[in-house]
C-alpha cells in the first residue's frame, strides 16, 4: 500500500495523557503500517504527564542524500 488507508496523512502526531489509551492509539498506528518518527516526547503539565510521538507512513523512496554515494560494488 503506497499511501495511508482511510484517507489519513502521511504524517501524524498522536497527542495526550501517557495511559493505555494513548499507547493503544500508538499501537493501532503501527498495525496499519505507521513507523516511529524518533522518540516521544514528554512533558508534565502540573497534574498528569502528556505524551507526544510522530508517526510517518512508509515511503518508498529515500530521502535527499539517504543511500547516496554507494555504487553497485558496495563503494
Do not use: K
Not at 497527542?15 to 498495525?31: H, I, K, Q, W, Y
Amino acid at each position: 500500500m503506497s499511501t495511508p488507508p482511510d484517507g489519513l496523512p502521511v504524517y501524524r502526531v498522536l497527542t495526550g495523557p501517557d495511559d493505555e489509551s494513548f499507547c493503544r492509539r500508538v499501537s493501532e498506528a503501527l498495525g496499519l503500517g505507521y513507523e516511529l518518527h524518533e522518540g516521544p516526547a514528554v512533558t508534565f503539565n502540573g497534574e498528569r504527564v502528556v505524551v507526544a510521538q510522530a508517526l510517518l507512513w512508509p515511503t518508498r523512496h529515500h530521502p535527499t542524500g539517504a543511500g547516496a554515494g554507494a555504487g553497485a560494488d558496495g563503494a
